[in-house]
C-alpha cells in the first residue's frame, strides 16, 4: 500500500484469478475526495491507520480485528463484513455474496451505462463476453408468476 495525501495505490503482488501470462491485475487506486470528506476514502482510511497504530505491533495486515486482541482478520472476517456492507447497502445477498462484489459493483456500472471498456479494464477482464457470462448479473428481479398473483391478492 502507497498512502499520499491524495490517493492510495494497492498493488497486488500475489496471483489472482485474472492472473495469466505476461498480464497481471492492475493496481487498485483510491483517489482522495476533497469535495466531501465524510465520502472521501483517502481520509477515512488515514484516521483508520491512525486510530489502529496502537494495535497493529509488527502487523503489516491493513484490517485489523475490532475485538481484543485486535489482530490481523482472517479471510473469513472480511468476507463477512463484505456481505454486511452489501446487505446494509440493500444489495441481495441471496445472489451476491462477500467474494461477488467484483461482479455486484461490475454489474450496477454495467447497468447504470458506465463504458463496459472502463469496467473491464478496472476489474482486470480482457474479454467484453466473459464479464456478460460470467459476473453481469442483472439487477433487475425475475418475473415470478406466483409472486405476482400474490401481491395483487394482497393489494386489494
Known amino acids: 500500500m502507497e498512502l ?3 490517493q492510495c495505490v ?3 503482488m500475489d496471483k489472482v484469478k485474472q492472473t495469466r501470462v505476461g498480464t497481471h491485475i492492475q493496481p487498485v487506486v483510491f483517489k482522495a475526495y476533497p469535495k466531501d470528506e465524510k ?3 483517502i481520509a477515512h482510511l488515514k484516521e483508520y491507520i491512525k486510530r489502529t497504530t496502537p494495535f497493529r505491533n509488527a502487523s503489516k495486515q491493513l484490517l485489523l480485528s475490532h475485538v481484543k486482541p485486535h489482530g490481523p482478520v482472517s479471510k473469513d472476517t472480511i468476507s463477512r463484513w463484505c456481505r ?3 446487505s446494509t447497502a440493500g444489495v441481495d445477498t441471496s445472489k451476491f455474496k462477500g467474494h ?7 454489474s450496477f456500472l454495467a447497468d447504470n451505462n458506465i463504458n463496459i471498456k472502463d469496467i473491464m479494464l478496472s476489474a482486470g477482464w480482457s474479454s467484453e463476453r466473459t464479464f456478460q457470462q460470467f459476473y453481469h ?3 433487475e428481479p425475475e418475473f415470478n408468476y406466483g409472486h405476482e398473483i400474490l401481491r395483487t391478492f394482497a393489494q386489494n
Open 84 to 86: 454486511t456492507v452489501l
Open 100 to 106: 461477488s462484489t467484483r461482479a455486484a459493483s461490475s
Open 10 to 12: 494497492f498493488k497486488i
Open 137 to 139: 448479473k442483472s439487477s
Open 4 to 6: 499520499t495525501t491524495d
Open 39 to 41: 465520502l472521501c476514502t
